[in-house]
């Protein structure tokens, strides 16, 4: 599984870096757990450790995808909200 993480400002727009690029996203790591159960722990465990750096009110918003050797691309088959704390299955 592969997780992209997203953060979003209060208004809900991305930050900025010092050259005034858009930052889409801030860290990615992959994963070999393929339980449903142990991904919403990992999103719910990452979602608070950027809380945890980021400014207050910041959005985090966590994307789980795998690759398919089929159509040779990555699908998203989870997506973690950290704001409502919601966990969706695609």
């Not at 050259?19 to 142990?38: A, C, H, I, M, Q």
């Not at 994307?63 to 699908?75: A, L």
Request: hydrophobic residues 30%; glycine residues 6%; charged residues 25%.
């Amino acid at each position: 599984m592969k997780y992209n993480i997203t953060v979003r400002d209060k208004d809900g727009k991305l930050y900025t870096n010092s050259n005034g690029n858009k930052v889409t996203n801030y860290f990615g790591f992959e994963d070999s757990t393929e339980d449903e159960n142990l991904v919403h722990l990992i999103c719910i465990h990452t979602a608070d450790s950027y809380k945890a750096i980021c400014k207050e009110g910041s959005k985090i918003d966590i994307k789980v995808s795998y690759f398919s050797e089929i159509s040779n691309s990555y699908s998203v088959l989870y997506s973690f909200y950290g704001v409502e704390n919601k966990f969706i299955k695609h």
